[in-house]
């Protein structure tokens, strides 16, 4: 799906690989779909840690490795869901105060339909072991 998305000039994005299970599982996965080309955008809520600790934890180590390069709200449902990209471009700042606006642009630039720099991507470590998700 990938390949023929590719080939069709269409820049596949992940949602929310820090909480897909086979990611977790394996986060080799992300890191051979980034070599490939494909993006992926962490959950805001993710980042302040509203899904726990754990989920918290993936979704910055995410970041460090380089293989997200968006922050989407996740807010598509209002009622059930909190709006926390004020709070996550914070995280992002005490991360690393060029995430903030690395992300603003990768955001800007994936609407326009403009390459992303992605830069540089590093394997994650292994999964821990337990996780409850």
């Known amino acids: 799906m990938i ?3 590719s080939c069709e ?5 992940i949602a929310h690989p820090e909480r897909n ?9 992300l ?13 805001a809520t993710s980042l302040v840690g509203t899904f ?11 970041v460090k490795c380089g293989l997200v390069q968006v922050v989407a709200s996740d807010a598509h449902t209002l009622k059930n869901r909190g709006f926390a990209m004020t709070k996550a471009y914070e995280v992002l700042t005490e991360m690393n105060s ?7 642009t990768n955001a800007r630039d994936l609407l326009n339909g403009e390459q992303i720099d992605t ?15």
């Open 52 to 62: 726990g600790d754990q989920v918290q934890r993936t979704a910055k180590e995410f």
């Open 9 to 13: 000039g269409i820049t596949p994005v």
């Open 119 to 133: 830069g540089e991507i590093v394997m994650p470590r292994k999964q821990r072991k337990h996780w409850l998700f």
């Open 3 to 5: 390949f023929q998305l």
């Open 98 to 104: 060029k995430y903030p606006e690395r992300f603003a």
């Open 31 to 43: 890191y051979k779909l980034a070599e490939d080309g494909v993006l992926a955008q962490v959950t």
């Open 21 to 29: 299970a086979q990611i977790i599982a394996e986060p080799q996965r």
